[in-house]
């Protein structure tokens, strides 16, 4: 799946002159205010807002820039934003419509082109470089766009108010998606080194303040030697005042960073040294009014902190991501085949998952997997060689001739797929290790159309992780109905010696919840999931078998049977141990002719109290799908 982002940045400087309590926004500091907004294509737009350095608060700029047609992005002027938000607003209203503006980068042309999707596409060009935006990011810009015609007017407004604006549908703060406002409050240096402080908030997170250790005007540290540092800088101050000499060496275990602080009481400063992890040493000279200046600058973090505390509301309304960048989701589409057929392969069902993580800002790829749960678990996923040989196979058999493929060959999934008569009937079959099933002409039908339901979920998928609001239907991408198993991840996997360990909730489309846990043999791509069935009531289970050990009294508790697929999973208070134990013993495994095949941990009271942990997150992760279950099926 491509990721498409979309930032859009405010910036105000604000002038000094007037007294803070004379309007709403103080006027003697700056700040600017970011969003960036993602859809799933590539990045094409971005915008911002802003005042001039002039400090004209009459004046607020909207730019726009188009990526990749020019370097950090091609910068439209006002005159050519006007023109591209016509021509979008056409576009949206099916009015063909092309237009031409000059800027500092020459001609620019914007006009509607004819898509195979409803509605009308936008090229802008420039010479032979252009960007193409689709029908659906033509709505999805133009709206953004207004808004940031509505967020002008505002500002315009807030700046000059002494008393907050009354706000009206065509005047209101901007609503933007995942903002972050960094305020920069003071910063001083002493020679090359300087420190920065910053009142930064993101979302509706909560509002932090920061100091930087700055290493030349452009490179910053933001870390625990900031305030070590600085604290000392107080320090050797106070001894610089009594004229007492102070040395402080700041050298940390395992990490590279180093410095330090000297008062120098013949020069009357302080001299703060700093090597970075490069090995690059930056060296600075603070007087005391240095140093107090320092301290001032602190105290205004504390006024500036208090202020966007109260007043953030003013600047923007924010919008989250609808599905959370860290939500792993699974989802099962199920053939509603025959369940009785124990021969054939109508146990067919495709999954569809997301493994996403808050590094890419959740957006992913949508892989999709089709599953024959007639077969062991760790073999039941069908690659593309073998949907294809199946549907060779079956028509060869409607064809009434022989055939015979092999897939996944050399491989613990290698597929025989074969057509042939058998007394009087022409079959279709394939066979993986010793299970054999007919590839029956109803079964392979369903999966067709399965797939092809599957193809518009998929699509779907990958278009909702970017969006802050619900996204548009259509037919090539649209919510699953019918037979629909929904998983989301409820935590961050753990270890527990051999065994990695996984959360989950599952919703089904009739409206059945349950909790999963699934353990896994191995790391990373080598892992291998346990075929044992697990909910929420094994980590209950542990959890008792650590009140038994405290209490002193023996406690045992199993799962499966040793001579069925699942294999058997015993948790038992071991007070030789000082833990809980942990056993898996595979299928048919002997624990006394083969100790080695049994996966076995100790957990400690450590262990136990991060388990203790999930029974609240897996409750608050069910709600939130059972809140949620229409951004992943439609009912009929």
């Known amino acids: 799946m491509r990721g498409f982002l979309k930032v859009l940045w405010i910036l105000l400087l604000l002038p000094s002159g007037l007294q803070a309590e004379e309007k709403v926004v103080p006027e003697d500091w700056s700040f600017r205010m970011s969003t960036w907004l993602m859809v799933s294509e590539q990045p094409k737009l971005t915008m911002r807002l802003g005042i001039p350095d002039s400090g004209d608060r009459e004046k607020v700029d909207l730019h726009v820039s188009v990526l990749g047609m020019a370097k950090g992005g091609l910068l439209l002027s006002e005159e050519q934003v006007e023109l591209f938000r016509g021509v979008m607003g056409n576009a949206v209203r099916g009015v063909e419509d092309r237009a031409e503006g000059e800027g500092r980068r020459g001609v620019i042309t914007f006009a509607t082109f004819k898509t195979d999707q409803e509605g009308l596409g936008?090229?802008?060009?420039?010479l032979k470089v252009g960007q193409e935006l689709s029908p659906e990011?033509?709505?999805?810009?133009q709206q953004k766009i207004e808004e940031m015609f509505i967020g002008r007017r505002w500002y315009r407004e807030l700046l000059a108010a002494k008393e907050v604006p009354e706000m009206r549908d065509d005047l209101r703060p901007p609503r933007v998606n995942n903002a972050s406002t960094f305020c920069l409050v003071g910063e001083l240096f002493g020679g090359e080194l300087g420190f920065r402080s910053t009142v930064e908030f993101h979302g509706g997170g909560s509002v932090s303040s920061h100091w930087s250790l700055m290493a030349g005007r452009r490179h910053s540290h933001r870390s625990s030697v900031t305030r070590e540092l600085q604290s000392r800088l107080f320090l050797a101050a106070e001894s610089l005042e009594r004229g007492e000499e102070y040395t402080y060496e700041l050298e940390r275990k395992g990490l590279p960073d180093s410095g330090s602080v000297v008062a120098d009481v013949a020069a009357g400063i302080v001299r703060i040294s700093f090597t970075d992890h490069l090995g690059k040493t930056v060296e600075g000279r603070f007087t005391l009014k240095d140093v107090r200046r320092?301290?001032?600058?602190?105290?205004?973090?504390?006024?500036?902190?208090?202020?966007?505390?109260?007043n953030r509301h003013l600047l923007y309304e924010c919008h989250g991501h609808l599905l959370p960048p860290s939500i792993n989701f699974e989802v099962v589409l199920d053939a509603g085949m025959d369940r009785g057929r124990?021969?054939?392969?109508?146990?067919?069902?495709?999954?569809?998952s997301a493994k996403r993580s808050t590094k890419y800002n959740g957006m992913v790829p949508v892989?999709?997997?089709?599953l024959c749960q007639a077969f062991p678990s760790g073999l039941q996923?069908?690659?593309?060689?073998d949907l294809k040989m199946m549907n060779e196979a079956a028509r060869a058999a409607e064809d009434k001739r022989n055939y015979r493929g092999v897939a996944n060959q050399g491989m613990a999934t290698e597929t025989v797929y074969t057509a042939q008569e058998r007394f009087g009937v022409w079959v279709a079959t394939m066979k993986r290790g010793s299970k054999g099933l007919v590839v029956d002409p109803e079964s392979r039908q369903n999966l067709e159309i399965l797939l092809k339901r599957a193809e518009v979920a998929q699509a779907w998928y990958a278009k909702l992780q970017g969006f802050y609001e619900f996204p548009e239907e259509t037919v090539e991408a649209m919510r699953p109905e019918g037979d629909v198993l929904v998983r989301v991840g409820a935590g961050y996997p753990m270890r527990m010696g051999p065994f990695g360990v996984s959360y989950w909730v599952e919703l089904h489309s009739d409206g059945v919840q349950r909790q999963l846990v699934y353990l896994d043999k191995g790391h990373g791509r080598d892992?291998?999931?346990?075929?044992?069935?697990?909910?929420?009531?094994?980590?209950?289970?542990?959890?008792?078998?650590?009140?038994?050990?405290?209490?002193?009294?023996?406690?045992?508790?199993?799962?499966?049977?040793?001579?069925?697929?699942?294999?058997?999973?015993?948790?038992?208070a071991s007070r030789e141990q000082g833990g809980v134990l942990l056993e898996y013993h595979p299928y048919w495994a002997d624990k006394e002719e083969d100790p080695n095949s049994t996966l076995k941990c100790v957990l400690n009271d450590h262990s136990l109290k991060q388990i203790e942990k999930l029974l609240p997150r897996m409750e608050k992760r069910s709600a939130w799908l059972r809140e949620h279950e229409g951004l992943f099926f439609r009912h009929k």
């Open 122 to 126: 936008v090229r802008i060009k420039r």
């Open 137 to 141: 990011q033509v709505r999805y810009y």
């Open 294 to 310: 320092i301290e001032e600058i602190d105290e205004l973090a504390r006024e500036r902190h208090k202020w966007f505390m109260a």
């Open 342 to 352: 124990k021969n054939g392969i109508g146990n067919l069902s495709i999954v569809l």
């Open 367 to 370: 892989e999709l997997e089709v």
């Open 381 to 385: 996923q069908l690659s593309e060689d």
């Open 527 to 572: 892992a291998e999931r346990l075929p044992i069935s697990l909910t929420g009531d094994f980590i209950k289970q542990l959890l008792k078998a650590g009140v038994a050990i405290r209490e002193k009294r023996d406690f045992a508790w199993s799962q499966g049977d040793v001579q069925k697929a699942s294999g058997l999973l015993e948790v038992s």
